[in-house]
């Protein structure tokens, strides 16, 4: 592909970009914002690219599929774990509108300030934004309507459920497969399991009964 549109013209043709405000967002954002120098030459091609710091900005197709499967809509408080460069924050940003708020966390000091800047070389305002990530999983105490996480996860990360409005739901790759779980209720979920993915690992803080085992 040459440029954004043929990538998109593509992503719509291969089934994995369908729905209207998704398809929006990625005319209107732009991978090529966050990707370094060295890899212009590779912006369109439908593969992940590294960003520093041992990380990649994802696949366009696989950003696609787990936003599909997201399904986020105007007026959304979003969690993006794993953030990045911030292509995805930017793409929820512009899906949830001024009306939604997006949080961005990543772990990298470097990559906290390059995903900053390319969101403030953007404008997309004041209701997204992306702060260093703490030592626990997400922002504990707090719920969103949606959760995206784009680092592998060994096992499901049950507390992120707590972080979830009943109804809310969180796409999160585990192992070699994407996960899409919906709240239903405080003790019920519905999982749905698509194998044949590949990430960079999701990197946890032990708790102090996990380091003594």
């Not at 961005?104 to 070389?121: C, F, I, P, Y």
């Not at 507390?159 to 979830?164: A, K």
Request: proline share 5%; aromatic share 6%; net charge negative.
């Amino acid at each position: 592909m040459k440029n954004n549109k043929e990538l998109i013209t593509s992503m719509i043709a291969g089934g994995a970009l369908k729905s209207p405000q998704i398809i929006e967002a990625f005319e209107k954002i732009d991978r090529k914002n966050f990707i370094p120098e060295d890899f212009r030459e590779h912006i369109y091609i439908d593969r992940p690219l590294p960003i520093g710091k041992e990380q990649t900005i994802s696949q366009p197709s696989t950003v696609a599929f787990m936003l599909e499967r997201l399904e986020p809509q105007k007026g959304d408080k979003i969690l993006d774990i794993g953030s990045g460069s911030g292509w995805t924050t930017a793409l929820l940003c512009q899906i949830v509108g001024e009306e939604g708020s997006v949080l961005g966390l990543e772990r990298h000091d470097e990559l906290v300030e390059k995903g900053q800047q390319n969101l403030a070389r953007l404008g997309l305002g004041d209701h997204c934004r992306i702060e260093k990530a703490g030592k626990e999983l997400g922002t504990p105490g707090k719920q969103y309507d949606k959760i995206l996480v784009s680092a592998s996860a060994e096992e499901i990360p049950e507390e992120l459920f707590d972080q979830l409005k009943i109804g809310g739901i969180l796409v999160i790759p585990v192992q070699n497969s994407i996960f899409r779980f919906k709240k239903l209720s405080d003790t019920k979920v519905e999982a749905q399991e698509f194998p044949g993915f590949v990430f960079v690992p999701l990197i946890r803080e032990k708790s102090k009964k996990e380091e003594r085992v």
